[in-house]
């Protein structure tokens, strides 16, 4: 049962606001770190290997939080897991600040993760509880699109300091770290929309589950989850130094500015998708990332940036509607009350995709070199957008035909069945 702590001195509105900017901060500073990933090997020798087990800690950090706290603002309240996570996340900059080697830039990116996770579910609950009355849509929408901008903002403005100073880490950390201590102090006056409840210990306990009847939907998604979050894994990991050492672009915001390109496709493709059936968008999507795949082999074969801008914006595009699509699809296809368990899992296969293709590429590059290792990744990423393509056209057709039937014999027309009396 839900209920608004009359000891908040922030309105509705502003409370909204206000979660909107901790997604879209949380979200930059998730991928702030990537454009500097070229000057941190630069200055403490490390291998493109290393690079991508720095990125996947970020996730193994984000998994564990959302396998563990990600449910116990149903039973603390929002107010204070926020609050946590934000704190959190001012601990992950501190150390980022503090960082001297390696060693602290992973134990930066696991206590982020860490953050991340923890604020996931509140966030998204928090956004939709504090909807504008009348637009609960609004609510996910705006945590949906807000990842995307997050993630573009984080990542250009960043790539624009590495190109003006070799220690943007110096300016970028201290000030997120006071950031988000003050956006914890704010969160402090939010009004609580959400009862206490009993259970939050044994809430702890991990767990993923699909119930049965959404399992057909949700394991139809997967070639598209896969294909749309290997893509942005992609970006995040290994772009910045495969935009200097493939195509040699010298211009030191180009890898950053690469990634906010594609999330800004990625948003774009969010907020087209809203007003359209799930599996047009799906297709759609799917699509697109076999397009954006395409543009982005004949820009490493052609050293061509412009192409590379055009795979980016389009690849971006792609998976933003195909998990748009899915993520529908599986919800319209699940019980009410099992579709916080069932987004769970969809966010345990996402983050996956994010970490593991990312990381068996940097294993991979050791021996193979960067831009064969690329090639190997756009045709991993193409062939999953191809079958979730082929899968979405064979589910629209179905859905056509048995539309056809329904039309030839429709409910109470004069062509039912007369049963003698």
Do not use: K
């Amino acid at each position: 049962m839900n209920s608004v702590d009359s000891g908040g001195r922030l309105g509705r509105r502003a409370s909204f606001v206000l979660l909107v900017c901790a997604n879209v901060l949380m979200m930059a500073t998730a991928s702030a770190p990537s454009p500097i990933y070229p000057l941190y090997r630069e200055r403490w020798g490390f291998s493109v290997t290393l690079l991508t087990v720095v990125f996947a800690v970020y996730v193994a950090g984000l998994l564990g939080a959302l396998l563990t706290v990600g449910s116990l603002s149903d039973y603390l309240g929002r107010r204070p897991v926020l609050v946590v996570a934000l704190l959190l996340a001012a601990a992950s900059t501190a150390i980022f600040w503090a960082a001297d080697g390696v060693g602290m830039l992973m134990i930066a990116r696991v206590v982020q993760g860490l953050a991340a996770g923890t604020a996931t579910a509140a966030l998204a609950a928090g956004l939709v509880e504090f909807a504008p009355e009348g637009r609960p849509h609004l609510g996910v929408t705006s945590a949906a699109v807000g990842t995307g901008v997050g993630m573009a903002v984080g990542a250009g403005v960043v790539g624009l300091l590495v190109q003006v100073t070799r220690h943007p880490d110096a300016y970028v950390f201290p000030l997120l770290t006071l950031a988000f201590v003050s956006l914890a102090v704010l969160v402090l006056a939010i009004p609580e929309p959400h009862t206490r409840r009993a259970g939050g210990l044994a809430s702890l306990r991990p767990r993923v589950r699909v119930p049965r009847e959404a399992r057909p939907e949700f394991l139809a998604s997967v070639p598209a989850l896969v294909a749309g979050w290997s893509m942005a894994g992609l970006f995040l990991a290994l772009t910045p130094s495969l935009v200097g050492t493939v195509l040699h672009v010298t211009f030191g915001a180009a890898g950053g500015l690469s990634i906010a390109l594609l999330f800004l496709g990625n948003s774009a493709g969010g907020v087209w998708a809203v007003r359209h059936a799930p599996r047009t968008v799906t297709s759609l999507g799917a699509v697109c990332l076999v397009l954006g795949c395409a543009a982005l082999a004949v820009a490493l074969v052609l050293t061509s940036v412009i192409a590379f801008v055009i795979g980016s914006v389009v690849a971006g595009l792609g998976a933003g509607l195909a998990f748009n699509g899915t993520l529908r699809a599986i919800s319209a296809a699940t019980r009410a009350e099992a579709r916080a368990e069932v987004f769970s899992a969809v966010y345990v296969v996402s983050y996956t995709a994010l970490s593991i293709p990312a990381l068996a590429a940097g294993l991979l590059a050791r021996w193979w070199g960067l831009e064969a290792t690329a090639y190997l990744y756009i045709a991993f990423v193409a062939a999953l957008s191809v079958i979730a393509a082929l899968h979405a056209a064979r589910s629209r057709a179905r859905r056509r035909a048995d539309d056809g039937r329904a039309r030839s014999f429709p409910t109470g027309s004069r062509h039912r069945v007369r049963t003698p009396c």
